[in-house]
């Protein structure tokens, strides 16, 4: 069974950085489009950042765009949501989640278009 972790979460001040990881156990990773969600309590779950699966298409949430960056090791099949100039709302439980999908544009920004996701990882932004 192919699995997905995320790694990297944890308290930060605000202005300051993180950087989270995602691996996918089934290699190889560009057979697969990967998105990058968040939750906040007592909110749906909404989009962050997608690299389809040929590295091509790529997006980011404009409530981020200029801030965070997702990038993709295929090597090491793993990954990353780059998170700089933290803000207090962006606080939330951050996914990963993988779907191999033929797929493009708007429908990676939704979160029933993936059909893996990790366990999530906690994202804590104090002032």
């Known amino acids: 069974q192919v699995q997905v972790v995320e790694s990297g979460g944890g308290l930060m001040q605000a202005g300051g950085s993180l950087r989270l990881s995602c691996t996918v156990s089934?290699?190889?990773?560009?057979?697969?489009?990967m998105g990058w969600f968040r939750q906040a309590p007592g909110k749906e779950r909404e989009f962050v950042a997608y690299i389809g699966w040929g590295g091509g298409d790529t997006n980011i949430a404009d409530s981020v765009k200029g801030r965070f960056t997702m990038s993709r090791d295929n090597a090491k099949s793993t990954v990353y949501l780059q998170m700089d100039r933290l803000r207090r709302d962006d606080t939330a439980v951050y996914y990963c989640?993988?779907?191999?999908?033929?797929?493009?544009?708007?429908?990676?920004?939704?979160?029933?278009?993936?059909?893996?996701w990790g366990q999530g990882t906690q994202v804590t932004v104090s002032t």
């Open positions: 089934e290699r190889p990773l560009n057979a697969y489009n």
């Open positions: 989640a993988a779907d191999r999908g033929y797929r493009f544009g708007r429908a990676l920004e939704r979160p029933d278009t993936y059909a893996l």
